[in-house]
């Protein structure tokens, strides 16, 4: 099995809730009801942040015929992707998004401020206790300050930017327990290697998670915003510190900076943040997915990669293993904070970097860099021989100066190292602590700081580690709180459908929707629905009928983003797909477009060990299932017509229902701009 989404976890009680699910609470709309993993829910986020994205989420808001961002208080652009591009065409796009943004009096971070997202907490945008969004995979970032950051497709951006308004399913929380304290020289970036090659088994895919453990209280700021960071890259759907005097103490720091009269950090919100922090705790009887504990101090600096974050290797290992590098880098969100740089000083002060490797510096922001430079730390590395890089982002993402070539190896502080994002594919690519990094950069192999004294690296011992699930469905009891879920005129209180079998894991979009017809703007809905799955079973529109509901295994609607995917099931005449687990793109695009999604582990294991060993890739399976809305229960029965399954799924709030109902968001958007 690869990711395990229980979501009739929200219904073994109803009562407590986690700290996830009390910040959506608070920015759930148009409900009286509690909220739980697994509902949906209407979001108004306190902030939502494009970046140099911003453009098309401008074109497509513009072509919902809207004309005025609802609020434009919770609208924040930055540019900070393609920063080293000077093209016309990238100097024309950056001019349009500033234009826009001045005329819509949205704020505006223009190139060279620094990397949004480290914008979003230096300015206070992405707050404690709030939800803040991103049309940004890493919006996780936020977290490390204990801000709910996830991200959002261009289409919600774009929602948000007409109404406020956007939906989120909860996702299934897991708890991280980080117990114990870290040995001197094993850093926050060793925790989420670590954590990302213990727990590879797409422990977290699509989850939330809550930070938690007496390991959490000894954790700078700087360690919690590279591990929330680099959640994203273990799968999950946000990280979440808790709030701690940390981090109150770090906003009463930055107040000292902005000085009086800042509209989000000042005396009152920091108050405030103090007070809010005692209320927003976990209950007691909240109820958590999965419970993964981690001793820290079992832990040693750990290397990822080459070219996966899911291989995660002690430092010991590798380092007499002579592995020579190229190149270096210190850049990105992920590992470009003053700490980080400064980190990395101590280690290059009055060194020089190997001969034939090259070491690229980038601060996560101009604040940053006038920092670094202030305290010294960034001008030891330059005499090193360090080349610094405009503060944004740059190679981390394959832009710019100072990428991967064929052949070549190198050792980054940043956060991803899939084969060819930080250059040619035929390149190899580290990632590891600012000190491991600019340590390696001195040696011209993969080593520690500790080896320029003459000493071994950091040795290792066994890790201590645990995984729980929380509550499977098998414990789930059918309990809930009585109150019948409202629906609304036009929804329907029941689906029903046969289930079409089609056993596969991390079925991708052109399985589902192929390529070659993606661009053909002139498709007919017929034609759409005729090639639905083609790639995957070329019988399958054979086989199947309007009203059917499809039943796969994990990870659904993996890969490529095409909105096309979710559509041409619509347009093959299903209103419902279940699954073991979607891929988060496809979850969003089907709502988006008025698909409805199920995921029911339960009943995909239940169909696998009924078909086991056929080799037939649709199959009518004469199996009934019927989604009751009113009640949030899903009923299958067999060809007999005996119950084989029933279980509570997530609530559909009367807002999603009016999403489906308006034909998915973008519909909805349009009604709602017309009020
Ligand atoms: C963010 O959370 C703080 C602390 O709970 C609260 O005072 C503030 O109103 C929130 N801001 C927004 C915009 O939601
Ligand atoms: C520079 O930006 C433009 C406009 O966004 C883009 O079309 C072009 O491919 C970029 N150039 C490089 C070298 O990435
Ligand atoms: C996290 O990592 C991503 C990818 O490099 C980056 O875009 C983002 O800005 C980072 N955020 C922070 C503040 O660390
Ligand atoms: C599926 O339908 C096509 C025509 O639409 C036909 O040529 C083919 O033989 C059919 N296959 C089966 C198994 O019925």
């Given at each position: 099995m690869?990711?395990?989404r229980?979501?009739?976890v929200?219904?073994?009680?109803?009562r407590g809730?986690n700290?996830?699910?009390k910040?959506v609470q608070?920015?759930?709309?148009?409900?009286?009801?509690?909220v739980?993993?697994?509902?949906?829910?209407?979001?108004?986020?306190?902030?939502c942040?494009?970046?140099d994205n911003?453009w098309p989420?401008?074109t497509?808001?513009m072509?919902l015929?809207a004309?005025h961002v609802?609020?434009?208080?919770?609208?924040?652009?930055?540019l900070?992707?393609?920063?080293?591009n000077?093209?016309?065409?990238?100097?024309?796009?950056y001019a349009?998004i500033?234009?826009f943004?001045k005329e819509q009096?949205?704020?505006?971070?223009?190139a060279?401020k620094?990397?949004g997202?480290?914008i979003?907490i230096e300015?206070?945008?992405?707050?404690p206790?709030?939800?803040?969004?991103?049309?940004?995979s890493?919006?996780?970032?936020?977290?490390?300050?204990?801000?709910l950051?996830?991200?959002?497709?261009?289409?919600?951006?774009?929602?948000?930017w007409?109404?406020g308004?956007?939906?989120?399913?909860?996702p299934p929380?897991?708890?991280?327990e980080?117990?114990?304290e870290l040995?001197?020289?094993?850093?926050g970036?060793d925790?989420i290697?670590n954590?990302?090659g213990?727990?590879?088994?797409?422990?977290?895919?699509?989850?939330a998670?809550?930070?938690t453990?007496?390991g959490?209280a000894k954790l700078p700021?700087d360690?919690?915003?590279t591990?929330?960071?680099m959640?994203t890259?273990w799968?999950a759907?946000s990280?979440?510190?808790?709030?701690?005097?940390?981090v109150?103490?770090?906003?009463?720091?930055?107040l000292k900076?902005?000085?009086?009269?800042?509209p989000r950090i000042?005396?009152?919100?920091?108050?405030?943040?103090?007070?809010?922090?005692?209320?927003?705790?976990?209950?007691?009887?909240?109820v958590?997915?999965?419970?993964?504990?981690?001793d820290l101090s079992?832990?040693?600096?750990?290397?990822?990669?080459?070219?996966?974050v899911k291989v995660?290797?002690?430092?010991?290992?590798?380092?007499?293993?002579?592995?020579?590098?190229n190149?270096?880098?210190?850049v990105?969100?992920t590992?470009?904070?003053?700490s980080?740089?400064?980190?990395?000083?101590?280690v290059?002060?009055g060194?020089?970097?190997?001969?034939?490797?090259?070491?690229?510096?980038a601060?996560a922001?101009s604040?940053v860099?006038?920092?670094?430079?202030?305290?010294?730390?960034?001008n030891?590395?330059l005499?090193?021989?360090a080349?610094?890089?405009?503060?944004g982002c740059?190679?981390?993402?394959g832009?710019?100066?100072?990428?991967l070539?064929?052949?070549?190896?190198?050792?980054s502080?940043t956060?991803?190292?899939?084969?060819?994002r930080?250059?040619?594919?035929?390149a190899?690519?580290?990632l590891?602590s600012?000190?491991?990094v600019?340590?390696?950069a001195v040696?011209?192999?993969?080593?520690?700081p500790?080896?320029?004294?003459?000493?071994?690296v950091?040795?290792?011992?066994?890790v201590k580690?645990?995984?729980?699930?929380g509550?499977s469905?098998?414990t789930?009891?059918t309990?809930d709180?009585g109150?019948a879920v409202?629906?609304?005129?036009?929804?329907?209180?029941?689906?029903?459908g046969?289930?079409?079998?089609?056993?596969?894991?991390?079925?991708?979009?052109?399985g589902i929707?192929?390529?070659?017809?993606t661009?053909?703007?002139?498709i007919?809905k017929?034609?759409?629905?005729?090639?639905c799955m083609?790639n995957?079973?070329?019988?399958?529109?054979?086989?199947?009928?309007a009203g059917?509901i499809i039943?796969?295994?994990?990870?659904?609607?993996?890969?490529s983003?095409?909105?096309?995917?979710?559509?041409?099931?619509?347009a093959?005449?299903?209103?419902?797909?279940v699954?073991?687990?979607?891929?988060?793109?496809?979850?969003?695009?089907s709502?988006?477009?008025a698909?409805l999604?199920?995921?029911?582990?339960d009943?995909i294991?239940?169909l696998?060990?009924?078909?086991?060993?056929s080799d037939?890739?649709?199959?009518?399976?004469?199996w009934t299932?019927?989604?009751?809305?009113t009640?949030?229960?899903?009923?299958?029965?067999?060809?007999n017509?005996?119950?084989?399954?029933?279980?509570?799924?997530?609530?559909?709030?009367?807002?999603l229902q009016d999403?489906?109902?308006?034909?998915?968001?973008?519909g909805?958007v349009?009604e709602?701009i017309k009020?």
């Amino acid at each position: 099995m690869t990711s395990i989404r229980y979501f009739s976890v929200s219904t073994v009680s109803r009562r407590g809730q986690n700290l996830t699910e009390k910040i959506v609470q608070k920015y759930a709309q148009g409900t009286n009801k509690k909220v739980f993993s697994g509902d949906y829910v209407t979001i108004k986020p306190a902030h939502c942040m494009s970046h140099d994205n911003s453009w098309p989420v401008a074109t497509k808001f513009m072509g919902l015929g809207a004309k005025h961002v609802k609020d434009n208080r919770q609208i924040v652009c930055t540019l900070d992707h393609d920063v080293q591009n000077k093209s016309e065409a990238n100097l024309k796009k950056y001019a349009n998004i500033e234009k826009f943004a001045k005329e819509q009096g949205i704020d505006f971070h223009p190139a060279g401020k620094g990397i949004g997202h480290q914008i979003m907490i230096e300015e206070g945008y992405a707050f404690p206790l709030n939800l803040t969004v991103a049309s940004d995979s890493h919006s996780n970032t936020y977290g490390g300050v204990g801000s709910l950051g996830t991200p959002v497709v261009r289409t919600d951006a774009a929602a948000i930017w007409a109404t406020g308004q956007t939906w989120w399913q909860i996702p299934p929380v897991a708890k991280v327990e980080l117990v114990g304290e870290l040995a001197p020289g094993v850093t926050g970036k060793d925790i989420i290697v670590n954590l990302c090659g213990l727990f590879n088994n797409d422990d977290v895919l699509n989850h939330a998670i809550e930070f938690t453990g007496d390991g959490v209280a000894k954790l700078p700021i700087d360690y919690r915003l590279t591990i929330a960071n680099m959640t994203t890259e273990w799968g999950a759907l946000s990280g979440v510190f808790p709030v701690d005097q940390t981090v109150v103490d770090y906003y009463k720091d930055r107040l000292k900076r902005l000085g009086n009269g800042h509209p989000r950090i000042n005396e009152e919100t920091i108050a405030q943040l103090s007070e809010d922090a005692k209320q927003y705790q976990s209950d007691p009887d909240a109820v958590y997915a999965k419970h993964l504990v981690v001793d820290l101090s079992t832990l040693s600096p750990a290397v990822s990669g080459p070219n996966s974050v899911k291989v995660s290797t002690p430092l010991a290992e590798l380092a007499p293993q002579d592995i020579k590098i190229n190149k270096a880098y210190l850049v990105s969100c992920t590992n470009s904070r003053l700490s980080d740089i400064q980190a990395a000083a101590k280690v290059l002060k009055g060194k020089k970097i190997a001969p034939g490797v090259e070491f690229y510096v980038a601060a996560a922001s101009s604040n940053v860099q006038k920092d670094a430079e202030h305290d010294g730390a960034w001008n030891d590395i330059l005499e090193a021989g360090a080349t610094p890089l405009p503060a944004g982002c740059g190679p981390c993402i394959g832009l710019g100066a100072g990428l991967l070539k064929d052949g070549e190896v190198g050792i980054s502080a940043t956060n991803r190292n899939f084969k060819g994002r930080m250059g040619s594919k035929d390149a190899l690519a580290y990632l590891a602590s600012p000190e491991v990094v600019a340590a390696s950069a001195v040696l011209g192999r993969i080593g520690g700081p500790e080896e320029l004294e003459g000493k071994p690296v950091h040795p290792t011992v066994p890790v201590k580690k645990s995984i729980q699930s929380g509550s499977s469905a098998a414990t789930a009891t059918t309990e809930d709180d009585g109150a019948a879920v409202e629906v609304l005129d036009g929804f329907p209180k029941q689906i029903t459908g046969e289930l079409i079998l089609c056993d596969a894991d991390n079925i991708n979009t052109d399985g589902i929707y192929p390529g070659k017809y993606t661009y053909q703007d002139d498709i007919t809905k017929d034609e759409m629905a005729r090639v639905c799955m083609e790639n995957y079973d070329g019988e399958f529109k054979n086989k199947t009928k309007a009203g059917d509901i499809i039943i796969s295994g994990y990870n659904f609607g993996t890969g490529s983003s095409r909105e096309q995917a979710a559509t041409c099931i619509l347009a093959r005449g299903m209103k419902l797909i279940v699954a073991g687990s979607f891929g988060n793109i496809f979850s969003r695009n089907s709502i988006n477009n008025a698909l409805l999604t199920l995921e029911i582990p339960d009943l995909i294991n239940k169909l696998r060990e009924k078909y086991k060993g056929s080799d037939e890739l649709t199959i009518r399976t004469g199996w009934t299932l019927t989604y009751d809305v009113t009640k949030a229960q899903v009923t299958v029965t067999d060809e007999n017509g005996d119950v084989v399954l029933q279980q509570k799924v997530g609530e559909l709030g009367t807002n999603l229902q009016d999403i489906i109902v308006k034909g998915g968001l973008e519909g909805w958007v349009k009604e709602e701009i017309k009020k």
